[in-house]
C-alpha cells in the first residue's frame, strides 16, 4: 500500500448511471490530483486541488465532477458518461512544495457499457 | 513550456542484460526529475529521483539514473534486467521556477525476456 487508497478498484457503470470514484490519503499532503489513463495513450492530467481548492481543470467535460472536502479526501462523481471514458482513473498526492514527487493510488478501472 | 520525451515506445532486453530506459526534458529553472513504474492495472510507484547533488542517483529494485545538465538527460539504468522488471516506466519533471506540476512523458514499455 502506498498510502494513497482508491474506491473501488473495478467499476462498470451505464451510459445513464452515476458513481462517485474515492481517493483518500492520511499522509498529510497538501495536493491532490485526478488522472486518466487510458490504453496506448499518455497520462491525462484531469484536475489539481491544493489546500481544497481546484487550481487546475485541463478541460475536462462536465460529465465528471471532482470535489474535494479537505485535504484527505477527493471524489470524482460520475454521470452519463460514454465508452470512450472508459480507463484506469488514477489519484495522487503529493506535499506542497518543488522538490515533493507524487504518491499515487493503485486506481480505479471504469468500464462505460 | 516543460516537457519530457521518452523516444522509444518499447525497449527490449534479455534476462541478465543490461537496460537503458531514455528520457530527455526542457525545463526553465533547475529540473527536478522522477522516473516512476507500473506494473498492470496498478497504480505508479516511486523509484528514485534527482533534487540536486550527485548526478547518479540509486533507487529502488537496484535501478539507477544519471542526470546530465548538458544533454538534459535522465536515463534510467540496471546492471542486469530481471523478467520481473518487465513493466511501464515513466519519466517525469518539474521545475524549480514553477507551481510544482509534475510533467510525465509518455512511458515506455520494457520488457524483459528470459
Keep these: 500500500e502506498t498510502g494513497v487508497t482508491q474506491t473501488p478498484r473495478h467499476l462498470v457503470m451505464g451510459m445513464t448511471n452515476k458513481k462517485s470514484l474515492k481517493c483518500e490519503q492520511h499522509l498529510g499532503h497538501n495536493a ?5 489513463q487510458s490504453a496506448k495513450k499518455p ?13 487546475e481543470n485541463n478541460s475536462v467535460p462536465s460529465r ?21 471514458d ?6 495522487a498526492s503529493s506535499p506542497s512544495g518543488i522538490p515533493y514527487g507524487y504518491t499515487f493510488g493503485s486506481g480505479t478501472r471504469l468500464t462505460v457499457v | 513550456a516543460q516537457s519530457v520525451a521518452q523516444p522509444e515506445d518499447q525497449v527490449n532486453v534479455a534476462e541478465g542484460n ?4 531514455k528520457c530527455t526534458y526542457s525545463v526553465s529553472g533547475n529540473p527536478y526529475l522522477f522516473w516512476y ?9 516511486f ?14 529494485y537496484g535501478f539507477e539514473a544519471e542526470f546530465n545538465k548538458s544533454q538534459t538527460s535522465f536515463h534510467l539504468k540496471k546492471p542486469s534486467a530481471l523478467v520481473s522488471d518487465s513493466a511501464l516506466y ?5 521545475s524549480s521556477s514553477n507551481t510544482g506540476k509534475l510533467i510525465f512523458g509518455q512511458g515506455t514499455t520494457l520488457q524483459v525476456k528470459p
Design chain 2, 37 to 45: 513504474v507500473q506494473y498492470p492495472n496498478r497504480g505508479l510507484q
Design chain 2, 90 to 94: 515513466f519519466c517525469a519533471v518539474k
Design chain 1, 32 to 36: 491532490m490530483y485526478w488522472y486518466k
Design chain 1, 64 to 84: 465528471f465532477s471532482p470535489e474535494c472536502p479537505n485535504s484527505s479526501h477527493l471524489f470524482l462523481h460520475l454521470h452519463t458518461l460514454q465508452p470512450e
Design chain 1, 86 to 91: 472508459s480507463a484506469l482513473y488514477l489519484c
Design chain 2, 47 to 60: 523509484l528514485l529521483k534527482y533534487i540536486t547533488g550527485d548526478n547518479l542517483v540509486k533507487g529502488s
Design chain 1, 43 to 55: 497520462l491525462e492530467l484531469m484536475f489539481v486541488y491544493n489546500f481544497k481548492e481546484q487550481t
Design chain 2, 18 to 21: 543490461p537496460l537503458t530506459v
